[in-house]
């Protein structure tokens, strides 16, 4: 089992939509969880931390359920600019990132 | 400007060879990664360094080495060893490395490395 579970996609929307996406993860003594968003052929940039609470950030937000193991990415209003492959991504007791292997999603006019 | 810089973007190379890659950051960040990606998985963490001369093996260190001789500069060697090196290589530098800081992780452009 992979530490670090994604649905692969493609998730292909219509702009405006609401999309969601879930992450599983298997180590119970993770510390932190991210989202980052990676673009064709480039470098992972961070989109958001994960709270225990939940957060917002404008049209993103992230949920944690720590009992589940499961992380949640929704993006409200998509914008074509959205299309991307968006990585979840757990830090370890260790201090190391654990990374799934990323969910793309195609945003279409 | 600050930022992580990798050299080459492309690289190939023969068979049997060695190759470096190169890293380097202006950030005075205090630890550095490397990683590899390949189609459709997520990155996978070769070496680590959290300050200057000592590093640790990542999940597959095998076949790859490393160095941390000044603070901004993190190289990694492919070796022959390496049975699979045709993959996307990303290094990436964080402010913290000390337990209980934790920054956020930076990433290079990455090089892409092809064997012929």
Known sequence: RKEVEQDPGPFNVPEGATVAFNCTYSNSASQSFFWYRQDCRKEPKLLMSVYSSGNEDGRFTAQLNRASQYISLLIRDSKLSDSATYLCVVRDSSYKLIFGSGTRLLVRP | ?116
């Open chain 2, 1 to 116: 400007d600050g930022g992580i810089t990798q050299s080459p973007k492309y690289l190939f190379r023969k068979e049997g060879q060695n190759v470096t890659l190169s890293c380097e950051q202006n950030l005075n960040h205090d630890a550095m990664y490397w990683y590899r990606q390949d189609p459709g998985q997520g990155l996978r963490l070769i070496y680590y360094s959290q300050i200057v001369n000592d590093f640790q093996k990542g999940d597959i260190a095998e076949g790859y080495s490393v160095s941390r001789e000044k603070k901004e500069s993190f190289p990694l060697t492919v070796t022959s060893a390496q049975k699979n090196p045709t993959a996307f290589y990303l290094c990436a530098s964080r402010l913290g490395s000390r337990e209980g800081s934790y920054n956020e992780q930076f990433f290079g452009p990455g090089t892409r490395l092809t064997v012929l």
